[in-house]
């Protein structure tokens, strides 16, 4: 590329375009992704940090016009896909305001904005917004691929709650968009959402948290020598028939903050009395003869969105993979099948895996993710009880530990194929027709192929999840 012409490009933006001659502010952008490893891997040619909308116009517009990869990141910027070799990263990290209109219960957020900007507003007004369980996590990165939060089994996936967007086209025009103005691009960007443009604003419906937002929530642990007692009564305990949705309890393998490895039930316990909360967070922690450690208390439900913040820092090195999972709970060779699968997994991990960073992590996300209809959005692949998480973290930069750390998740979803029912764009990106769609079933991604041939035939935005796509 020119000089010139990113000169131009520089002289047209009034946020900062950082090139590579610009050494040390370029290193610093390369390196503000949340995964060091990733970051090491890609080169663009240069990150336009836009003010807003405009900006996002003009970059879109120069790069389709000098055929220009574009890459999309947000304030979050969490996933693989936010950078990319040779192409102009467009960085929305400076577009995360959140304005909350109390009266409509909906939210406008910026598209750079993390999932904590989002809490901070809502909270004000006892209402919450469905994000990520990480509270530094991008909202855009999240909602685009469908969104499951910590609440996902009462209040659904994101993009249930996604009433709008504006967004850029490949053409660079600016366009609202809903259920009144395009329904098609509106079903396609609920669940396939980097794929069709660039979302500036989300316009988001927000729910009441009763409790004035306190819910009863935090970790009960045992020593992991007691996980596979316990786990398989935490799993004949989320297969009963006559649950709550606001009732939501987590399974997690970590390590105590003195690094012994433990195993744990995360109850998130919403709109109960505190006896009645803490009378089901009694009967948990009687599994496996009495919970070494209870930390379980009424606590506000932000404080929960933040509680994993600090086990997932930036600028470490990571890998992760994900399934999601179902079985009949009545088939005890079922439960014990994934119990056993679970606790070899863990005993398996690396020698070098970080005891802070390192989990298994078993999250609900039946309920009212599985009630929607899965034709309404196109994150169609719904079904599944768990999903089933392996995250992995390693101190050196050195890609024997990657290749070890990828081995090792890829063993994890294949322990679990038996049950293995659907897999989830936002974390398992995908490589192949076959995982392709396991992501998207064929009904939907011929409507996704279809929809991508109208609104963006030249394939502009092709860095994303339809990456798989543009390699084919
Ligand atoms: C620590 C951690 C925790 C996670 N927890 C959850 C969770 O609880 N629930 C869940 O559902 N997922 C979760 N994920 C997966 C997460 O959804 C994806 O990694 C997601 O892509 C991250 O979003 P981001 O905005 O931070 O990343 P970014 O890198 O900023 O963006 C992700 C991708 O989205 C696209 N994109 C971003 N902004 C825009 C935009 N404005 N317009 C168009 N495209 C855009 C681009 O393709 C970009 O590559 C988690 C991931 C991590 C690493």
Redesign the pocket.
Known sequence: MADNALASLKGALRGALITRDDKDAFTAARSR???RDLNARANPLAFAVVSGVRDIVTTVNFCRSNKIPI?????????????ANDAVV?D?MKMTAVRVDPQKKLAYIQ??A?GGDIDHETALHNLICI????S???????????????L?RWLG??VDSIVGYE?VTAEGKVVRVDEATDPELFWGMRGN????????EFVVRLRDMPNSGIIRSAPILWPVDKAKEVMTSWMERIGRADRKETETLQFVYMHSPDGHPVCGVVPLIVGETEAAAKATCDELAAFGGGALVRQDTQLPYTALQAA?DGL?PFNQN?W?KGVFIDWDPRDGGAVSSIVNAAVKQWSEKPAFASKVSTFLIF?EVSGAVAKADPASTSFAARKGRL?C?C?ISWPDDDVSQRAASKMWCNEFTAKLSRFHVTT?L??AMPESEVEMLEVFPQDTMNRLRSLKQKVDPDNV?K???W?YEANM
């Open positions: 992704g949340w995964n890459a999309v990141r947000g304030k979050g910027a969490h996933s693989p896909y936010g950078m467009i929305l598209a750079g993390d994000t990520g369980s990480v530094h996590t991008g909202f855009a990165g999240v909602a685009l691929g469908g969104g499951l939060g910590h996902s996936a994101v967004m959402g980097a794929s069709f443009g660039i979302v500036t994993l997932l990571y992760d999250m999903w998480s995250i989830y936002n974390n935005f860095m994303g999840a990456q």
